[in-house]
């Protein structure tokens, strides 16, 4: 029966490629012989994150795994961000060149398709505004938080064009700064990130990084 079940699983979870752990669950000891025996390829047996004691069998023990994993979850996703930030502290730190950081340089690499990875703090509290001239269709940027935008837009009010001298500017568009990056990464086929801020790493991304770096695909000139 072991032999089995060990088969099975073998089989399917070898097919997953970013496969990121396993829970094994189940009423009384069964669980624990079918772990320590065997039965499961060594590489499979090493994504084991946790064994869970369930009072049900079949579909609904399945449920009751499910239920009961929430916070074991969470701790494998905070182990994996502390894994990707380190991994982006590490070229920053040596010096690689793949290691870059802040609103304008990571947007300039995206743009230019070198990002490998980029990683983005969920705790980033800024949107992008555009700001145009009605008269001579001037357009300029800015990065806000969002509790400044209405006392930035009247000031725009009294504010002259820097092309034309009219005070004609007005705001014409406005995005949310996660958004816009995701974006911008998922049409360049990048692999997306968003850090929490549960870890120490997630903390240093937000404050000494801005909340916004890449790992870059290979060296730039």
């Given amino acids: 029966y072991y032999k089995r079940i060990g088969n099975h699983l073998n089989e399917i979870f070898g097919q997953i490629s970013d496969l990121k752990g396993i829970i094994i669950g189940g009423p009384g000891p069964t669980k624990y012989d079918f772990q320590e025996g065997d039965h499961i390829n060594y590489q499979l047996k090493q994504k084991i994150i946790a064994t869970i004691d369930t009072s049900y069998v079949g579909e609904p023990g399945a449920e009751e795994i499910v239920e009961k994993s929430p916070e074991i ?44 990875m980029l990683l983005i703090s969920e705790r980033i509290n800024t949107i992008h505004i555009w700001i145009e001239c009605k008269n001579c269709h001037y357009r300029e940027d800015k990065l806000l938080a969002p509790h400044e935008l ?72």
């Fill in 73 to 116: 979850l969470r701790g494998v996703r905070y182990m994996e961000e502390k894994k990707l930030v380190q991994r982006f502290l590490y070229e920053v730190g040596h010096d690689t060149g793949l290691g870059v950081y802040g609103e304008s340089e990571v947007r300039k690499y995206l743009k230019e398709g070198l990002v490998e």
């Fill in 150 to 221: 209405s006392k930035f837009e009247q000031s725009l009010l009294n504010t002259q064009c820097k092309n034309c001298s009219n005070i004609t500017l007005a705001i014409s568009e406005t995005k949310d700064l996660v958004d816009e990056f995701v974006d911008l990464a998922e049409g360049a086929g990048v692999n997306i990130e968003i850090i929490s801020t549960e870890t120490e790493e997630g903390v240093m991304l937000r404050d000494s990084f801005h909340g916004i770096a890449a790992i870059l695909r290979y060296r730039r000139n």
